[in-house]
Nanobody
C-alpha cells in the first residue's frame, strides 16, 4: 500500500488545518494508521493513531482535545484535524500504516512499514 499525505500549509497561531492520508494500491482494512510529526532537530514523535477496523483511536496525551484523527471508509482516507495550532506544532507530519503493529506499539515509529512522504505544517505567531 502506498500512502499520500497532504493538507499541510502555513497558518497563524490559533488556526486550524486538516491533514489527509490516502491509501493507494490497496485499502486500509486490517491496518492501524498513525500520524507522526518531526520538527527540525527533533525525533519523530507520535501524534495520533486509529485502527481502521472499528475506528478505535489513540492520542498522545499532550495533544488530546486539539487534534482529532478520523477515517472515511468510502474514501480510504485518514484525517488529522488540528485546531488551536501553536508554533510548537510546526513540523513535517507523516502518516504511516501497518497491518502488524500491536496496540501497545502504536506510537512507535519502527512499528510501521509504510510511510507517506510527509506534509509540512508551519504555525507562526
Amino acid at each position: 500500500v502506498q500512502l499520500q499525505a497532504s493538507g499541510g500549509g502555513s497558518v497563524l497561531t490559533g488556526g486550524s488545518l486538516r491533514l489527509s492520508c490516502v491509501a493507494s494500491g490497496g485499502t486500509f482494512r486490517g491496518y492501524k494508521i498513525g500520524w507522526f510529526r518531526q520538527a527540525p532537530g527533533k525525533e519523530r514523535e507520535f501524534v495520533a493513531g486509529i485502527r481502521w477496523d472499528g475506528g478505535i483511536t489513540t492520542y498522545v496525551d499532550s495533544l488530546k482535545g486539539r487534534f482529532t484523527i478520523s477515517r472515511d471508509i468510502t474514501k480510504n482516507t485518514v484525517y488529522l484535524q488540528m485546531n488551536s495550532l501553536e508554533p510548537e506544532d510546526t513540523a513535517v507530519y507523516y502518516c504511516a500504516a501497518s497491518s502488524r503493529v500491536i496496540q501497545s506499539q502504536i506510537g512507535v515509529p519502527s512499528s510501521y512499514g509504510y510511510w507517506g512522504q510527509g506534509t509540512l505544517v508551519t504555525v507562526s505567531s
